[in-house]
């Protein structure tokens, strides 16, 4: 028998594929793209030296990337084929665990490697400007294929264990969170929090070391620390594919999950008739109501904003007169993360609707295509009206608490720095409102057109997140959500009006 003959079928189709071929042209020509506007902002902020920002500022946008890799190319690998069926039969042949695990993930992550490989020599360039080491470039690229590695590795691990693929996409987005964020925040506050030492040593299997400690100006005194943490989330990766072999021939059973689902229903009891009280908050929208039950992990939205309002009030209390010039770099982590939870949900139902059927079901009765996507737009609403409002009034309230001390006390220099605090605030809100509104329109725009809709939440991240943040310093991104908006409109409601006529 062949060694890994998954592997080399999906590795020989990659070769005949135009798309593998395309895909590092595009990610060259956006890398480069993003270069010139990141280039453009360090010459604009009156630095000196413009290599070492630069090179931060590109490495910075590869490891964001890098790490959500894993959240759209491969939390649904496996995932896709156990809904459709089509795993189980691969079982019936000699085929092993580590066949179709390493060969789904060749096939998923190949042209992200791929992308990777492409933007390395883009994100050298800044070493033609100085500052920046030929050494400190090769550590970073390890570190980035490190990540990129580590981020695939665990969302084939969660997608072998789950079936849904929302569920599989938060779960992975968790898990990451935990290893990269959690871990390394835990790991600071050792010493003052008497901690103890082993969570200090667990630390080390996060990708983010690798990544911050590959600079020149800290890995003379951390180079332990850089090589250990890299060789440690490259062994955590590979145990993540292990796991994910040992785990999937078990889960494709059926009689796991018939029992699976018998303990699911015995704990959460009869089903909820379509006439209950949630039925009739949905207004009669049946698209409302269909998605009843697929907006969920309220948690982990409220996670993140517990997680922002606390760093905010932290930040205005022992900040400082300069408390306000950090807010934007403080919060910007968290609302990226809220703005990917909700590309997530606003794509998922176009996209899951016609995979599975419920497009044509919709269409064939007498819905309008403005009620299907009023139902659309109130199911998102339902659910990330709350946290959206409390990060932003988490953003105001601190500051508003400070404006009355300083008024009070009549401090006028805290008092203008709580200002400045809340007109930092007030334009963030403002970007933050223009950035949702483009990820709903563009997002049910590319999961209705597209030819692969499962990437429409990746592109959407991709197109209105990624690349128009380097314009963040003035009013462009605003006036490119208002393009993202309106195209999103019109091809929502010219192609549903074409559904439901044809």
């Known amino acids: 028998m062949t060694f890994l003959p998954i592997v080399q079928r999906e590795l020989r189709a990659a070769a005949r594929r135009r798309s593998t071929f395309r895909v590092r ?16 902002f360090v010459m604009a902020s009156g630095r000196r030296s413009v290599g070492n920002p630069l090179f931060s500022m590109l490495t910075g946008y590869a490891f964001g990337v890098a790490m959500l890799a894993g959240v759209f190319l491969t939390s649904d690998a496996l995932t896709e084929e156990k809904r459709e069926g089509t795993l189980g039969l691969l079982f019936l042949t ?11 993930f060749i096939a998923q992550s190949l042209n992200a490697f791929y992308c990777l490989l492409a933007l390395l020599p883009v994100t050298a360039l800044p070493m033609l400007f100085g500052g920046v080491v ?33 569920r599989a996409m938060a779960n992975t987005l968790g898990l990451l969170l935990l290893l990269v964020a959690a871990l390394p925040l835990l790991r600071g506050f050792v010493g003052s929090l008497r901690i103890p030492a082993f969570w200090s040593v667990l630390a080390l ?8 400690y590959s600079a020149e100006i800290l890995y003379p005194r951390h180079s332990g620390t850089y090589w250990g943490s890299l060789a440690a989330s490259n062994l955590l990766g590979w145990l993540f594919l292990g796991a994910a072999s040992l785990v999937l021939p078990r889960m494709v ?83 990226f993360l809220l703005k990917v939870l909700f590309a997530i949900q606003a794509c998922r139902f176009f996209v899951e609707a016609r995979r599975s059927g419920a497009m044509e079901l919709l269409l064939s009765t007498a819905l309008t295509d403005q009620e299907i996507i009023r139902g659309q737009i109130k199911a998102l609403w339902l659910t990330f009206a709350w946290p959206v409002g409390v990060f932003v009034v988490g953003l105001f309230a601190s500051f508003a608490v400070r404006v009355g001390t300083a008024l009070a006390k009549s401090q006028y220099d805290l008092l203008m720095a709580s200002l400045g605090g809340v007109f ?43 690349l128009p943040g380097p314009l ?13 908006i309106s195209w999103g409109t019109n091809k929502c409601r010219q192609n549903l009006r074409r559904l439901i006529a044809g």
């Open 253 to 335: 059973q059926e009689r796991a999950w018939l029992r699976k689902g018998r303990r699911e229903a015995a704990r959460s009891g009869p089903p909820p008739r379509v006439c209950d009280g949630h039925a009739a908050r949905v207004s009669g929208n049946p698209v409302q109501w269909l998605r009843r039950d697929e907006l969920g992990f309220p948690w982990l939205f409220w996670m993140i904003v517990l997680a922002s309002t606390t760093t905010v009030a932290l930040l205005v209390l022992f900040g400082g007169a300069d408390s306000a010039i950090w807010l934007g770099e403080a919060t910007r982590p968290f609302g």
């Open 472 to 484: 963040s310093f003035c009013w462009i991104d605003i006036l490119i959500d208002l393009v993202f």
């Open 94 to 104: 000699d085929l092993k665990g580590y066949d179709v695990v390493l060969g789904k």
């Open 424 to 466: 930092f605030s007030t334009v963030y809100s403002l970007r933050l409102v223009a950035d949702l509104f483009a990820i709903l329109w563009f997002g049910m725009g590319l999961a209705l057109t597209s030819k692969k809709p499962s990437l429409a939440p990746a592109l959407t991240i991709l197109f209105v997140l990624v």
């Open 134 to 166: 030929g050494a400190e470039f090769w550590r970073m690229a390890l570190g980035l294929a490190n990540t990129l590695f580590f981020s695939l590795a665990a969302g084939m691990c969660v997608s072998a264990c789950m079936r849904d693929s929302q």
């Open 205 to 212: 299997v996060s990708p983010l070391y690798p990544y911050v």
């Open 25 to 40: 042209w595009w990610a060259v020509v956006l890398g480069l793209g993003l270069t010139f506007i990141s280039l453009l």
